[in-house]
């Protein structure tokens, strides 16, 4: 997988994970968003800094 590949599946991941943290404030669940965001955060970190670059 290209470079282009990997950053685009990273964006996904976390946009996905951002939409995830968006139902649970809809739902007022602040705490459960909070979490989501920084393992979604963490999760984008590690994936690209495992990136061969």
Do not use: P
């Not at 290209?2 to 996905?16: D, G, P, S």
């Not at 968003?33 to 984008?44: F, G, K, R, T």
């Not at 590690?46 to 061969?52: F, G, I, K, P, T």
């Amino acid at each position: 997988m290209n470079e282009q590949q990997n950053y685009k599946t990273i964006y996904i991941r976390l946009f996905a994970r951002v939409a995830d943290a968006t139902d649970a404030l809809e739902n007022g669940d602040e705490e459960k968003a909070l979490s989501i965001l920084i393992a979604a955060q963490q999760e984008a970190e590690e994936a690209v800094l495992s990136m061969d670059v």
